[in-house]
């Protein structure tokens, strides 16, 4: 039972152009999110997060948006570059739970094209 | 990198042989936690530490046991390898404040079992 889903495996974007990554989760305890950039042999790295009383978060290029009727966030990334070209996670929490452990989706692979 | 390194870096073993992964941190962060990612499966939760000697399962604990007798270790073992348990192994920790509450990972572990 996947809790939280990112339903697109791949997005190409053209440099320069927005990029935008969806996720969409099923268990409305879910309250704070956040996303995740991979590179190859690397560790995740924090991107950026958003609580639910927000439903914006921007933080230079990248903007998280959150529609909590539609349990539903999207990443913007503007412009893009090529240097943003890596795995995308999206990832939840609850504080009902404690906040004490991540769900994440299964990933977005963003190519991005010069 | 929140001064997470994990140990070693790379494994090759073989079936029914016993492995153990290290996670060191430097900075006395409280909860430390161990994942591992698979394609097509994102990040997934193996075990979980809120304190020296306290830990929990996470969504795939079957297989694997941890130890956490100091603050900055935190230790995944496989007591008997399958091939099932090949696989890139990451550590994280958890920084908390009162707007943000974040995972960092460390850079993992890939392990092949044969």
């Known amino acids: 039972d996947q809790q939280v889903k990112q339903n697109s495996p791949s997005l190409s974007v053209q440099e320069g152009r927005i990029s935008i990554l969806n996720c969409d989760y099923t268990n409305s305890m879910f309250d704070y999110f956040l996303w995740y950039k991979k590179y190859p042999a690397e560790g995740p790295t924090f991107l950026i997060s958003i609580s639910s009383i927000k439903d914006k978060n921007e933080d230079g290029r990248f903007t998280v948006f959150l529609n909590k009727s539609a349990k539903h966030l999207s990443l913007h990334i503007v412009p893009s570059q090529p240097g943003d070209s890596a795995v995308y996670f999206c990832a939840a929490m609850g504080s009902n739970f404690g906040n004490e452990k991540l769900t994440f989706g299964t990933g977005t692979r963003l190519t991005i094209i010069p | 990198d929140a001064g997470i390194t994990q140990s070693p870096r790379h494994k090759v073993t073989e079936t029914g042989t016993p492995v153990t992964l290290r996670c060191h941190q430097t900075e006395n962060h409280r909860y430390m936690y161990w994942y591992r990612q698979d394609p097509g499966h994102g990040l997934r939760l193996i075990h979980y530490?809120?304190?020296?000697?306290?830990?929990d399962k996470g969504e795939v604990s079957d297989g694997y046991s941890v130890s956490r007798s100091k603050t900055e270790d935190f230790l995944l073992t496989l007591e008997s390898a399958t091939s099932s348990q090949t696989s890139v192994y990451f550590c994280a920790i958890r920084t908390k404040s009162e707007s943000t509450d974040t995972q960092y990972f460390g850079p993992g572990t890939r392990l092949t079992v044969l």
């Open positions: 530490s809120y304190g020296v000697k306290d830990t």
